[in-house]
């Protein structure tokens, strides 16, 4: 039997509506090949085999099967799932067993889809590199010592090591996209306000967005229009009608106008991945696009916008880990302020702390001013040079990441150098705009890379129709990683 | 002029309290926490019962479980728009929600979803009746906010219940315009009267449904500049806030007098020792860390909306008051009583249609009625004693077929039976009597068995008449026309002589 | 210097986080470079800008005034570190300290 852990979702959907397989003769693939390759890659918080079995064989099979259906798929561990594990990959959610399922995790199960488990991911989506796990780092398929982008790790590794299908990710300034740039695979960042976010434990409210991580266009596709959708528990969720993706990304790209950010060409970069976005471009203008220079002149703002609004937000959001309602709680607490403090200093790692006191400062009295109120004005000059891009063009396209995989524990003393890393995702996540990573290239070590092509808000249809048009004429998604 | 009585007592006691040295001012403004009576949260769906079982009425979002986000409650808003328009606020042309930052364990989230610099209101105006004059209190703002949960505190530990918590809680904050513990016990009532007239809470400080803490300060008369403050919590009363204030005053003033400073703190209200008391804690600055909920979006009133709630505020007791100075001649004094209780001044107005007497009307209500319900501990609305009954009962005192004695005790049995009372008189034989035969020889009988009195009144002395009125209409079990008797008894006096 | 150990260590007491000596040297220097860095914000003019602290142009997102389940007591109190009588204890609370 072909492996089918290695296929797609709507590779095997044919497959299970031809009766050629059972959604077990999957589910049994994806175990085997992650009591192969998981000692490796630790790409996963949770999973317990038994329990994945049992969801596949409580799968309905007389009534009507849902588009998913028979399909497994691989959690976040920032989402919730009814009565299974959501840790954030951190320390004080130990034993966190959420009373109440994702809205997204109830219209997967509603389609029939089969949830698997929970990916690793750095502590509560603080990193770029899946580091900062309280389980240990995750390894990136192509290169075990080296980072799988982060903090959706967990997701692109499972997704590109093929333990999983596809998979859930969360996107707050990159988490989504440059895990997936530099783990080749495809990873797609919604529109704020086209996901639901009830049920994703929140770094930065006004960023975070959940979304697919797949190994094809064709699947992203699939799995946006699966969770995607106005839901009443979420005030941020927006009531507009979810297109059709999947009719819409099969259209040429002939005549669809692409600003190319001068911005995102920086000295320095990395030659290779430079090379791979031009070649890329070049590719884009030979399927019909009209690929033009552009500027977004804030650019080299959005990093320090970014560690303040996220980290203040983050710093708010963080507070209710206090021990109290669920979670961990110190032992020896003399006091109710004894139990917040030790509960927090054991129970968040480094990068939590860090951000925490960032975004805290940030609010407190006396700074509040220089520093958050003016981060949320220079974020409108951010949002403005979106807004007057996609005035003139349909798309932008840019590198992922400056660079491809970096080595684990390269950047991980140094959080500025690593904040950094993220410096082209970022602006994204603050105009609340769409954004998807597709394989675009590999570095002379076989590294993937990664090309960001960035969308009007809510329109996930036009950067969906670029990727597909790209990816079904180059064939860096067929290449598979040598887990050794 | 029980009303100038009623109002300057007190007046007296605020007074007294800073009787150390008359040259003191006292500031006071109060916060009122208001529990509005939607069905549901604030920001979420669970149920805004009061008493239930611990932790049964909680859910994600109101345990502040992680992932979970709040929806606005519209009947939160609009009820909050409400009070703002009843109390005379502009209502914001955009409302946000902010997020106050702290740790505290009632507070799930350790953040409570409020409102800063775009509250729903801002500046209005509430009058308030000291003595014979009215006063301006200003309004700074009003704001929505969601409730904590509750701390039980034991011996060694404090216990948690999270029902309480998101439950919509609506900000009052006046400006500092209260010059003593009684305009701030006058302008709890004056507010407690209009949030209940337009049907927004249940206003009851036991239940907590409505809170108040206070900033007070004294400063010599003439300063300009405030002195220190201190903020006054847990008072449960109107009366309570009211010792309170007496207290705190008196303690700041003789501090200064001392030579002492104030120290600007957070103090608790003993209601059993009936003194403030420093809150033991740790003195740290509050820094709240506000900013924009992200969470929930911002919000506006249509134009259109607004008109309609206010379309929907019935007279509020200030200009109800006034109306029933002037249209019913009632003295200031019967008016504030009747319309500080919507139901009561509505019962008025129905006698009022049915009799034309409003004076005696209010004489009746606030004597007679009051009394009753105050020993029986009943509402206006639950009385039996319908404002058809009542008039009438007024309309037989006035065409003579009852004496005004026994209407105090036809008053009891028409409430107790429910009954008509012309059927009542007629069954029991309460018709007044001024029939001159029926009367003749009771009068006679009188004025025989009191010559004492008999011979006073002929050697001038006037009061003695109605010493024998008294002991006739004794006799006749309060049914004889005491004017007929009156007559009858000069008469027979005179005649004697 | 953007920021100083004083400082750090007031922003971690309102966190709530207990931070060891050698944590505060830690993070104040990294700290220190990281406001450094965002300091270049200070060089834009933002005074006629308004904030965006949100990117969606919506506005009143209510529910209607209705009473969902609540969810079952054991439900809401099983992650709890520590109960009593199903409510949630912690350690006496001293005045105002938390």
Known sequence: MMELNTLTAHNLTELLKKGDISPLDICNSIINRIE??????????????????????????TAEKGELWGIPIF???????????????????????????????????????????????????????????????????????????????????????????FALGSDTGGSIRQPAGVCGVVGLKPTYGRVSRYGLIAFASSLDQIGPITKDVEDAAILLKAISGHDEMDSTSA????????????????????????????EGMDKEVKNSIKAAIEKLEKLGAVCEDTSLPHTEYAVSVYYLVATAEASSNLARFDGVQYGLRADNIKSMMDMY???????????AKRRIILGTFALSSGYYDAYYSKALKVRTLIKTDFDKAFQKFDAIVTPTSPTAAFKIGEKISDPLTMYLSDIFTISANLAGIPGISIPCGFTKNNLPIGLQILGKPFDEETILRIAYNYEQNTDWHKRKPDIK | MTFLYVIARPRLVGAEAISKSMSYEIVIGLEVHLQLN???????????????????????????FPGSLPVLNRQALELGAKVAIALNCQIAKEIRFDRKNYFYPDLPKDYQISQFDQPLAQRGILNIITGESEKKIKIRRVHLEEDTGKLFHQKDHSLIDFNRSGMPLLEIVSEPDMNSPEEAYLYLTALKSILEYI??????????????????????????????????????????????????????????EGGKKIIQETRLYNTEKCVTEPMRSKEEAHDYRYFPEPDLVPFDFEESFLEKIHKGIPELPEPKRNRFIKDYRLSNYDSAVIVSDKDTADYFEKCAGLYGNPKAIANWLTGDVF?????????????????????????????GVITGKIAKTLLIEIIATGADPRRLVKEKGLEQISDVSLLEATTSQVIRENPKSAEDFKNGKENAIMFLVGKVMQQTKGRADPNKVNEMLREKLKGVK | MAINKDTVKYTANLARIELSNEELDHFTGQLDRILAYVDKLSTLNVT????????????????????????????????????ENNLFKVPKIIGLEA
């Open chain 1, 341 to 351: 403090k030790k509960t927090r200093k054991e129970g968040f790692g480094d990068e």
């Open chain 2, 199 to 256: 049907d927004v809470s249940d206003c009851n400080m036991e239940e907590g449904s409505l809170r108040c803490d206070a900033n007070i300060s004294i400063r010599k008369k003439g300063d300009n500049a405030l002195g220190t403050k201190t903020e006054i919590k847990n008072m449960n009363s109107f009366k309570g806030v009211k010792l309170a204030l007496e207290y705190e005053s008196k303690r700041q003033a003789e501090l200064l």
């Open chain 2, 371 to 399: 009394a009753y319900m105050k020993e029986n501990n009943v509402l206006i609305k639950d009385l039996n004693l319908k404002p058809e009954h009542l008039s009438d009962m007024l309309k037989m005192i006035d065409s």
């Open chain 1, 239 to 266: 009531d507009i009608p979810v297109s059709d993706y999947l009719a819409g990304m099969k259209k040429s790209i002939k005549g669809l106008k692409i600003g190319v950010p001068k911005e995102y060409f920086i």
């Open chain 3, 48 to 83: 006629s800008l308004k904030p965006t602290s949100h990117v969606l142009k919506m506005k009143n997102v209510y529910r209607e005034d209705a009473v969902k389940a609540s969810l079952p007591v054991s439900e809401a109190i099983k992650n709890a570190p520590l109960l």
């Open chain 1, 36 to 61: 192969k390759t998981e000692k490796s890659l630790a790409a996963l918080a949770h999973f317990d085999k038994e329990k994945a079995l049992e969801r596949c064989g409580n799968l309905s099979k």
């Open chain 2, 38 to 64: 939607t069905k549901s949260k604030v920001f979420c769906g669970c149920s805004t019962n009061f008493g239930s079982a611990p932790n049964t009425q909680t859910c994600p979002v109101c345990l502040g």
């Open chain 1, 75 to 165: 959690i976040k561990d920032n989402i919730c799932v009814k009565d299974e594990l959501t840790t954030c990959s951190s320390k004080i959610l130990k034993g966190f067993k959420p009373p109440y399922n994702a809205t997204v995790i109830d219209k997967l199960t509603g389609l029939d889809a089969i949830l698997m488990g929970k990916t690793n991911m750095d502590e509560f989506a603080f990193g770029s590199s899946t580091e900062t796990s309280c389980y240990g780092p995750t390894r990136n398929p192509w290169d075990l010592e080296r980072i799988p982008g982060g903090s959706s790790g967990g997701s692109a590794a499972a997704v590109a090591g093929d333990e999983a299908i």
